[in-house]
């Protein structure tokens, strides 16, 4: 779906002199109807990387092909835009009208899609994220997690093959951020959908088929989660996190008791603990 070879970039506000790579060699490949999460400090480039995977950034060195249309390539543009859509952090600035079901048809309604057809695609996306029933309500009374979700149903009207969220979940509370993490793996699971999942959120990776782990543009290690996470040292180092139930494990590892340190979930972490007891 996705194949970076190679990939550099520099902001042009960099002088000749001070040209810095914010991405420097990344190769990366995202299988179809894969879910693949992307840890990373902050500003290590998860954003720039993520705003080459729909042709919004172009590569300053090396190669991104969608679907195995070079981005860099003018007239698949549009092609590229409809293969892979876009989900933000903040649900206010993707909102556009006033009404949510106007809001979800807003992008196919620019694309020229025929009117009866945009209704059957924007009924459908709001279903898929549970908000058709809210479809007559104004955008702006929603919860942080249902606009989130108004702005995926956005997304999912233009059918793209694969979604990019660049922390969708960081300005929602826990309830708003189950919500969407829900709908991503819904979308993986019953559409088939492939999702790249930008997060700091270590319980939001470990739902993930595959975690990279970026530092200073750099992919550093492109894993399962289990592998990801049992490597508590290096993640640390790193200045990101592991999932709670990991880190205790981890701990009492430390402190010499014997529990196996790839547990990712409460139910593993419960079942780990009732085995010692
Ligand atoms: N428009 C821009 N112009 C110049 N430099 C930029 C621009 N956007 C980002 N940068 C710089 O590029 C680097 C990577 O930024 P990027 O936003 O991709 O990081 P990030 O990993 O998404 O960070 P965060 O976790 O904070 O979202 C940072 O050093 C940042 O300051
Ligand atoms: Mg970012």
């Known amino acids: 779906m996705i194949k970076t070879e190679h990939l550099r970039y520099a ?19 995202v299988n179809k109807g894969e879910f693949v999460a992307v840890l990373g400090h902050n500003g290590c480039g998860k954003s720039t990387l993520a705003k080459h995977f729909n042709g919004l950034l172009l590569p300053s ?20 835009r409809k293969n892979v859509g876009m ?5 206010d600035n993707q909102i556009v009208a006033t009404v949510v079901e106007e809001d979800v ?27 058709y029933e809210l479809r007559l309500h104004a955008p702006h009374l929603l919860s942080g ?74 992919i550093l290690r492109d894993d399962t989660p289990k592998n990801i996470f049992s490597e508590v040292k290096f993640l640390k180092g790193l200045g990101l996190d592991v999932p709670q139930v990991t880190e205790l494990c981890y701990l009492l590892a430390k402190a ?18 009732m085995q010692l007891l």
Request: charged residues 30%.
């Open 11 to 29: 902001y042009q506000t960099d002088t000749e002199e001070t040209i810095k790579f914010v991405l420097d060699d990344v190769n990366l490949t």
């Open 61 to 80: 060195g090396g190669m991104v092909y969608i679907n195995g249309m070079n981005t860099k390539q003018e007239d698949l543009y549009q092609e590229i």
């Open 87 to 91: 989900v933000f952090q903040n649900p």
């Open 105 to 131: 048809a807003f992008a196919p309604e620019n694309l020229g899609v025929p009117s009866d057809e945009i209704r059957h695609r924007v009924d459908e996306a709001l279903k898929t994220v549970g908000m």
């Open 145 to 218: 997690g249902q606009k989130q979700r108004v702005a995926i149903a956005g997304a999912i009207a233009m059918e793209p093959e694969c979604i990019v969220f660049d922390e969708p979940t960081a300005m929602l509370d826990p309830k708003g951020r189950s919500e969407v993490i829900e709908t991503m793996l819904k979308l993986k699971n019953e559409k088939n959908m492939t999702v790249v999942l930008i997060t700091h959120y270590m319980e939001e990776a470990a739902r993930a088929d595959r975690v990279v782990v970026m530092d200073r543009g750099k």
């Open 256 to 273: 010499g008791i014997p529990v196996p340190q790839d547990v990712l979930t409460v139910e593993e972490c419960a079942d780990a603990l």
